[in-house]
Structures are given as structure tokens and as C-alpha cells.
């Protein structure tokens, strides 16, 4: 729990004074949550008097407590609210920065906040601000890495912000349907139906950025078209954001074929998990395979995510770290083996 002022620790403090006692209260948040939180993620200890925070523990995680209470006190001063999400994203953010010139706070509000009709998205870890950037600046894009790092989420924010401002005229989500795991021949329904598993988590981004009327109306314009990647066959599409999600399911030839179907003015974004791949042993992944033979050509960008830029509940990161040093553990072990 955060210290109160019975307590007194005979560490040297870090101490830091705030002008504004109602801006300290929500920093501090309510019954001291986010001070809570802070103290649990960096081993810190933190009193409060009056308008005064003291940070106790280890020299360095007591400094980069200090950055975060001043980013988010500023965050507050500029209006914007803090909340444990915002907290979290501070402390990843902090993270990346340690030895850069730039703050916190000027990621958190920065100009890659992505404005949709129903809400604004902000990057909350320095590689999204650095995606979002590219998402903004380059015909194609790569976001690779772990689940709850926002690759998919931030690529159709992107789009509909594009779409809205009127960058592009139409938008296109795809994704390879992949029986991972099931039969798709034996589940219930019409073909429609059957992929709408497989599509949900798209419907579920434009829900959120639009609306489910305003999806639904753009859907019967064909101003969005949310389809199987099998559907992008011989088409040339001009003037269009496309999105290719779970690329990591993709053949060679069917990248191959999704990425020769971009026409004049589209984008792309590509995302996808090469640690989740539910292709046949023999298969090489098409995504895997793009990104060794584009990185490096002009107006491509390859951003890779980790689990540091996890931004799903704090057990999804420490989920996604145990399994990569499972299999970095099962690797060695096999090359050992073969040895």
C-alpha cells in the first residue's frame, strides 16, 4: 500500500512538490491507486504531505518514479485524465526512453494521437508512437510481434482516420482463414457465417472507432469491405487503406498476391505474430518471408513489437515472456541436441 505520513523510512528521499493540490489528488488517483501501482511495478515506497510526494527504494526506480509522476501531472495540467491504463503506459513508455532526451509526457500527448468519430487513440509505448508515425508516413507497413501490442488495433485506427479525413477512399480488412485447430468444413452455416470468426476481431476495432451503425452503413456502401484475404484475388485496388491481419497464416504466394494488389494512392499495413504461426510444418510463413526480402526498400517500414509494448492486462506480458523463454529454453536445448 502507499506509505502514509506515519511512516518514516530513513532512505534518502526523492522529493517533488506540485502547484496544484486538485491535480495532485487525481494524480494520486483514488484511495492512492495509482500511486499503488507505480510503488508495486518499480519496488518503491511513496509518502504524501500536502502537495508533496517523497519516493523511497532503489536510486534509479525511485528516478524513474519521479518521471512518471511529472509526466503525469503534466498530462493533467494540459487536460487530459490519468487512469491506471495511462499509469501503465507511462511506465512503458519511461521504459523505452531512459536514455533519450525526450519525455514521457510529449509521447502520451504527442501528435500521433490518432483521431476517430467515436474516440482518440494514443500510443502508449514508444514503439507504437514509432508505428503509428510510419503507419502515417509510409505505403506499407509491417507491424510484427506478440498479441496486446496493439499491431492490429492502431493500423485500423489509422485507416478510419484516413478514411474520415479523406486521405483514401475506401477501406479494406482481410485476414487468411486458417483452420487452427477446427474443421471449417464442419461448422455450422453459410460460408458467411462460417468466417465470421475469423473476421470478428476487425468488426470489433471498427465498432469501437465508429460505431456499429456508421460500420454497418459504410459496410453496405462497400466503403469498408472486410473479407477473406482468398477474396483479394486479381483485383487492383486504387485509393484504399488495406489491412492484412494474422499475416503470419499467410503462404508466400499469398502474400506474394496481397501485396501486388496495391493500385494508385492505397496503403497498406500488414500485422501479424511469426510466434503463432498455424501453417503445415513444410509451409513457409508468407509474412516471414515479406519481411526478409522488403526490409530496407524506400516507403516500407518494419516495426517489431515485444512483449514490453504488451498493452492487454499485466498477466498477457508475462504471459507472452514466459513462452518466448520456453521456447528460447526448447531451441537451445535442440541445437544441443543436434550438436
Request: with cysteine; hydrophobic share 40%; net charge negative.
Amino acid at each position: 500500500m502507499t506509505s502514509k505520513t506515519d511512516k518514516q523510512p530513513t532512505a534518502e528521499a526523492i522529493s517533488l512538490s506540485f502547484e496544484d493540490n486538485g491535480l495532485l489528488v487525481e494524480l494520486c488517483g483514488r484511495h492512492d491507486a495509482n500511486l499503488v501501482h507505480i510503488e508495486e511495478r518499480l519496488g518503491v515506497q511513496m509518502i504524501t504531505r500536502g502537495n508533496q510526494i517523497a519516493i523511497f527504494g532503489n536510486k534509479d526506480q525511485a528516478e524513474k518514479a519521479k518521471v512518471v509522476l511529472e509526466d503525469l501531472y503534466e498530462l493533467l495540467s494540459s487536460g487530459s485524465s490519468v487512469s491506471i491504463a495511462q499509469v501503465d503506459a507511462a511506465l512503458r513508455v519511461t521504459d523505452g526512453l531512459l536514455h533519450t532526451n525526450v519525455r514521457p509526457a510529449e509521447v502520451l500527448k504527442g501528435k500521433s494521437v490518432i483521431q476517430t468519430p467515436n474516440k482518440k487513440i494514443a500510443p502508449r509505448s514508444v514503439t507504437q508512437q514509432a508505428y503509428v508515425d510510419a503507419l502515417l508516413k509510409n505505403d506499407l507497413v509491417f507491424g510484427v510481434g506478440p498479441a496486446g501490442t496493439g499491431k492490429t488495433y492502431l493500423a485500423a485506427a489509422v485507416a478510419v482516420h484516413m478514411l474520415m479525413s479523406k486521405q483514401v477512399k475506401k477501406i479494406i480488412l482481410t485476414r487468411p482463414v486458417v483452420e487452427a485447430g477446427e474443421n471449417l468444413g464442419f461448422l455450422p452455416g453459410t460460408l458467411e457465417e462460417k468466417i465470421d470468426p475469423y473476421l470478428r476481431p476487425l468488426f470489433d476495432a471498427l465498432y469501437d472507432f465508429l460505431g456499429p451503425e456508421k460500420t454497418k452503413e459504410f459496410m453496405e456502401k462497400d466503403i469498408i469491405e472486410v473479407a477473406p484475404l482468398a477474396y483479394m484475388r486479381g483485383r487492383t485496388i486504387s485509393h484504399a487503406y488495406m489491412l492484412l491481419d494474422e499475416a503470419q497464416n499467410t503462404t508466400t504466394t499469398q502474400m506474394k498476391m496481397f501485396l501486388t494488389r496495391l493500385g494508385e494512392g492505397s496503403r497498406m499495413a500488414i500485422t501479424g505474430d511469426l510466434s503463432q504461426v498455424d501453417l503445415k510444418k513444410h509451409m513457409t510463413s508468407g509474412l516471414k518471408q515479406s519481411v526478409q526480402v522488403l526490409e530496407g526498400l524506400p516507403n516500407i517500414e518494419v516495426m517489431r513489437f515485444t512483449e514490453t509494448d504488451v498493452v492487454r492486462h499485466d498477466l498477457v506480458s508475462r504471459i507472452v515472456q514466459a513462452y518466448d523463454q520456453h521456447e528460447r529454453q526448447m531451441q537451445m536445448k535442440l541445437e544441443e541436441e543436434e550438436y
